[in-house]
């Protein structure tokens, strides 16, 4: 087999495979064989049907058709490796030469991962926050623990800011109910701003029994924009108790037994999250530093590619919320414009990570334990809310298993780039952080804040955060007879480029194994420490 590479810009190549009719034999083969159980000819039991028979009823051209189009993508992907080019995306194929019997030659054009020079992995200076835990910080999470703790005692005064009501609502619009606009017993906090507009101001001075109206739009249902008049009826007016920081507060709220005791406990809780949270800072920053000393071009295709697929997932996730794209605007306070710059970012961002890491694992060689592959895919469907089992089924099933294999090289590749760092706090004081994520210090080395960046940086979403997200976005826009005013946080989506040459069509039969080569992939795509 002989190849020529043309190289059409740094991010995609053309090349030309001359292959000897005899390569092409084993899939010609294979046609026969598969076509010979399928037809139906007198005097032949099924499967013992000639070629030369097979030739006379099919016809030759259509056999050469389909063992071409089998036999293309492996030939395809020794040529790439012959010369150490790694394809992305599906290639372009065309066949400009076809002799029967004597020689084959193609084209296939696709995107490539640039070619780009490693920096120095050894002393990247790293900086994460200092684990140091202040008084008020202690006395913030106490308050914060207080407050669960609160309970709720009945008050017989006009309402004001911070009281807890119980009210009932009703929307009407030109005199006429609104049906989906009528709620009973619903607990509120005055001064939160959190229900509708102008609700607050109607509450402000009224005592429990007494009725107001007031104007507000609608912001749901088949009259969603109107104004409407809403009644509000307070039911009651309560105050917000919160139990005394002492001893008895400690035995009831903690495993403490005096308030001493639970603050310093505190303080232990809150310097462990914190290095466990220097793990997950050290491992984006370290990935930063390196992304900042790398210049490399990108193609431009998968990045598409990337972005295509953000609004697939944000799109699919607010469906699954219940919401549309106004309602989730509205409720985070961003714009698409400003949406379409984040995913734009993001995706060149990933996709620049992903080739990183995946020549890191090359040059280093690092390997994975069968163990480690049983670990992930375990944390995977804890996240996702499935048995372990049928995750790793579906994987199976949706040839997602190479996927799997890429975000785990990808973590570890991370992890050798973190532990070759020099990692400081912001004090100046040194960090091992690889004790931290090696667990060594006894303190798990892993945190939801340092999955998070994981999870950015090598490129793809866990299920369990597009649920939180999704949540989120529903909470910005409960349903209620008038518009909120709450925030939701931003969305953060993620996915890899592909980065092997899929098969190309087949004729007939071969089109679907294509379509199912270029399904979506699982949601179990994240990086974990």
């Known amino acids: 087999m002989k190849t020529d590479v043309e190289e059409l810009s740094p991010t995609r190549v053309k090349l030309t495979v001359e292959v000897p009719f005899a390569e092409l034999k084993k899939n010609l083969d294979q046609v026969y064989r598969e076509v010979s159980q399928q037809i139906r000819v007198p005097g032949f039991r099924p499967g013992r049907v000639p070629p030369r028979v097979i030739d006379q009823r099919v016809g030759r051209p259509a056999v050469l058709e389909q063992a071409i189009n089998e036999a293309m993508p492996q030939l395809l992907i020794k040529a790439l490796d012959e010369h150490e ?299 996702m809310g499935v048995a372990p089992q049928q995750l790793a089924k579906q994987l199976t099933d949706s040839g997602q298993l190479s996927h799997v294999v890429s975000d785990v090289l990808r973590s570890k590749a991370l992890t050798l780039i973190t532990e070759r760092a020099t990692v400081t706090d912001d004090a100046g004081n040194t960090v091992d952080v690889a004790a931290v994520i090696r667990g060594e210090d006894g303190e798990s080395g892993e945190d939801g804040e340092g999955d998070e960046g994981d999870a950015d940086t090598a490129g793809a979403e866990t299920a369990g955060e597009a649920r939180a997200e999704a949540a989120d976005a529903a909470d910005a826009a409960d349903a209620a007879p008038a518009k909120r005013r709450s925030r939701t946080t931003k969305p953060k989506e993620s996915r890899e480029a592909e980065d092997k040459p899929a098969r190309a069509p087949r004729a007939r039969r071969a089109k679907a194994k294509a379509a199912d080569s270029e399904a979506t992939e699982s949601e179990a795509g994240a990086d974990q420490a």
């Open 85 to 383: 080019i790694v394809g992305l995306g599906q290639p372009d194929y065309d066949v400009t030469k076809l002799d029967d019997g004597k020689e084959l030659v193609f084209t296939g054009e696709l995107d490539r991962r640039p070619a780009f020079e490693l920096p120095d992995l050894d002393g990247i200076p790293v900086t994460v926050e200092s684990t140091e835990v202040t008084p008020d910080q202690v006395e913030e999470y106490l308050g914060s623990l207080r407050e669960r703790f609160a309970s709720l005692k009945g008050v017989e005064r006009p309402v004001a800011d911070g009281d807890f009501v119980s009210i009932d609502l009703a929307a009407s619009v030109d005199g006429k109910a609104v049906e989906d606009a009528q709620a009973s017993g619903i607990s509120y906090e005055v001064g939160t701003g959190s229900m509708l507009d102008g609700l607050d101001e109607a509450l402000a001075g009224m005592s429990a029994g007494e009725t107001t109206t007031f104007t507000a739009e609608l912001a749901g249902g088949q009259l969603a924009g109107l104004d409407a008049d809403v009644q509000v009826t307070v039911n009651s007016v309560k105050v917000k108790e919160l139990p005394p920081l002492d001893d008895d507060f400690a035995q009831s709220a903690s495993e403490f037994d005096t308030i001493g005791e639970l603050r310093a406990g505190t303080r232990k809780q809150l310097e462990g999250m914190r290095r466990s949270g220097q793990a997950g800072q050290a491992r984006e920053r370290a990935l930063d530093a390196v992304l900042d000393r790398i210049d490399m071009p990108l193609p431009e295709r998968i990045i598409d590619e990337e972005i295509a697929q953000r609004r697939r997932s944000l799109s699919d996730r607010l469906e699954r919320a219940g919401m549309t794209m106004e309602d989730y605007l509205e409720g985070s306070g961003q714009t698409m414009a400003a949406i379409e710059e984040e995913f734009a970012s993001d995706a060149r961002r990933s996709v620049k990570a992903g080739f990183i890491l995946d020549k890191i694992a090359s040059d280093e060689k690092i390997g994975i334990e069968s163990a480690e592959l049983d670990a992930y895919v375990t944390q995977q469907a804890y996240q």
